[in-house]
């Protein structure tokens, strides 16, 4: 039998850090189960006054096993028990850019960055081809995307990413911010904001980035695309292209107001997800998922559960209070996920 202790990442938020070991373990299984790997038996462990997770494992791991742990939101550091010393093992971090893209951003309302990051885990890892998420060909689809958590997570992966919202203001500001982020970073881009038309109809604005990591990946070619298209989310005819997305994840309105958003945005995210969920589903492959973060006080469980049954997906089975969390008073937070097709 093999220890191995992850430390986890220190969470900038005090609230998500006392449920980071939990959901970490949590996360940690529908990995394992994604990526079909031997499951390890995990627990949380206190060593010295410092928090890991244990993964106990028959066999040594493979560095294919090490390369799916290093993707986990919260892996820090990874050592391998021997007696009462632990010896490191090098993670293979995914991160393409400068951690201060995802973290720079702070405004009422921002979805935390780990959760973020571990709901877009957790849904890849529920598709047919979780191997995308890894290898970069993942294509992901945030259709309520805010001022773009999701979206600089899937630049950090490498991964190209489609984003939407209706308010204009979180367009405006992402806009604002990610084109001075790659002009900070002297990174070789192209970043084009236009109107968004079909047919002669006006349908918001749109914002479209070419970006390369380096200056040698932008001469071979290995460039990522992010769209930020400013329409309604509910209305996506002619804007997405049917099933070329791989996993669609977002995190619905929690119906707690921040800011001034208009009567459109404030309905009961169920009203707004029945709306919206067949034009999700008609961009999506088959073998795709979709990975939803929610507010349990406003959509029970249960409910959201059986729209996206109504709308022809799968769930995906586990432990119902797996990642459940109090993020306050009026938030309790949880995800789901389905799969279209078996
Ligand atoms: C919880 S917030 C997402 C926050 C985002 N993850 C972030 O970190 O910035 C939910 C978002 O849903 C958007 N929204 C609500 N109704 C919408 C609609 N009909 N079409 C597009 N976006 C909508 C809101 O504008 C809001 O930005």
């Given at each position: 039998m093999t220890e191995h202790l992850m430390l986890l990442a220190p969470s900038g938020n005090r609230v998500y850090a006392a449920d980071a070991p939990r959901l970490a373990a949590a996360e940690l299984r529908a990995l394992t189960v994604g990526f079909g790997l031997a499951e390890p038996d995990v627990l949380t462990t206190c060593i010295a006054g410092v928090d890991y997770l244990s993964l106990r494992t028959g066999d040594e791991l493979t560095s294919w096993e090490v390369r799916v742990l290093s993707q986990?939101?919260?892996?820090y550091a990874l050592y391998r028990r021997e007696g009462d010393l632990l010896a490191p093992v090098a993670l293979q971090h995914p991160d393409r850019y400068p951690s201060d893209l995802v973290t720079i951003q702070k405004y009422q309302g921002k979805t935390n960055e780990q959760w973020t990051r571990l709901l877009l885990n957790v849904t890849a890892a529920a598709t047919a081809t979780p191997d995308r998420l890894l290898d970069g060909t993942l294509r992901v689809l945030d259709p309520m995307c805010g001022r773009g958590t999701t979206l600089n997570i899937a630049l950090s992966l490498g991964l190209d990413v489609t984003g939407v919202d209706l308010d204009s203001k979180d367009f405006q500001a992402y806009s604002a911010f990610i084109k001075t982020w790659m002009r900070q970073h002297r990174l070789k881009h192209s970043a084009d904001e236009s109107s968004l038309r079909t047919d002669g109809r006006g349908r918001g604005r749109q914002l479209r980035i070419e970006v390369a990591a380096s200056k040698d990946d932008h001469k071979a070619g290995r460039t990522q695309r992010v769209i930020y298209l400013s329409t309604d989310t509910t209305d996506l005819d002619g804007l997405i292209r049917p099933r070329s997305v791989d996993v669609i994840v977002t995190d619905t309105p929690?119906?707690?107001?921040?800011g001034s958003h208009g009567d459109r945005l404030a309905r009961s995210p169920l009203d707004l997800l029945d709306r919206a969920l067949p034009e999700w589903v008609r961009t999506l492959r088959t073998g795709g998922a979709v990975g939803l973060s929610y507010n349990r006080h406003v959509a029970p469980r249960d409910e959201l559960a059986a729209l996206l049954v109504t709308h022809g997906l799968t769930l995906v089975d586990g432990d119902p209070d797996a990642f459940r969390h109090r993020v306050d008073a009026s938030i309790d937070r949880d995800l789901l996920v389905a799969r279209k097709g078996r």
């Open positions: 986990l939101s919260a892996a929690y119906g707690v107001q921040h």
